[in-house]
């Protein structure tokens, strides 16, 4: 497609459980990012892929988050045994190289019961 | 101290108004993004700036680096302008990006 898509666009899910938030780059784009925006804060980075370097993890809340990246391409989100302060939308950003602009997806929202 | 830093923090606006949205740093950095982000979620990257000025359409966007701080400015203002305005830096040496809180930008017809 011609922008980043991220799907489930929302997913409601009871604690403990775990979820997958999956995100397609823009074709071509080697850098792919992964951050967090919780109700009323800001921005906050997760996860970065730079093509086939190992990934900068350290924006990661806690060992229940992981994230991989097949192929240079698709990337999913794993959280696992869901936490309330897990709620939050969940966006990833392509760009072409390290540092380029950045194109977003339109967000997974996640809400924790 | 957030490291990234955004004033106001609110802003409400007559329509044809010139705006200025205002970005300062406190960290090294290699390159300063302007993003926009409206109601319902979707961020749309505006300007990526590492010196100078950039200019699109209304929006103009400069950045000082030796004094740490970046405006936003938006001529002849409109109501499809409302929207929050985020400023990022990256960090020198680093690839993460640091945010700021953004701007609440209300445009009234």
């Known amino acids: 497609g011609a922008g980043v898509s991220q799907s489930p666009s929302n997913k409601v899910t009871e604690k403990g459980k775990d979820v997958e938030l999956r995100c397609d780059p823009i074709?071509?784009?080697?850098?792919l990012y992964w951050y967090r925006q919780s109700l009323g804060q800001g921005l906050e980075f997760l996860i970065y892929?730079?093509?086939?370097?190992?990934?900068?993890k350290s924006g990661l809340p806690s060992d229940r988050f992981s994230a991989e990246r097949t192929g240079g391409s698709v990337s999913t989100l794993t959280i696992q045994r869901t936490q309330q302060e897990d709620s939050a939308v969940y966006l990833c950003?392509?760009?072409?190289?390290?540092?380029?602009?950045?194109?977003f997806g339109e967000g997974s929202r996640l809400t924790v019961l | 101290k957030n490291e990234v830093e955004q004033s106001p923090q609110n802003l409400t606006a007559q329509e044809g108004e010139f705006i200025t949205i205002n970005c300062s740093y406190s960290?090294?950095?290699?390159?300063l993004h302007w993003l926009q982000q409206h109601p319902g979620g979707g961020i749309v990257s505006l300007f990526m700036?590492?010196?100078g000025k950039k200019k699109h359409g209304r929006l103009i966007a400069t950045i000082n680096i030796q004094e740490k701080h970046s405006s936003l400015h938006i001529t002849a203002s409109h109501p499809r302008d409302s929207a929050v305005y985020i400023c990022?830096?990256?960090?020198?040496?680093?690839?993460?990006?640091?945010f700021g809180k953004g701007m609440k930008l209300t445009v009234n017809p």
């Open positions: 892929f730079q093509g086939n370097s190992a990934p900068d």
């Open positions: 700036l590492s010196s």
């Open positions: 960290v090294g950095i290699s390159a």
């Open positions: 950003a392509s760009s072409l190289s390290k540092t380029g602009e950045l194109f």
């Open positions: 074709s071509g784009h080697t850098a």
């Open positions: 990022a830096v990256r960090k020198g040496g680093s690839e993460k990006l640091v």
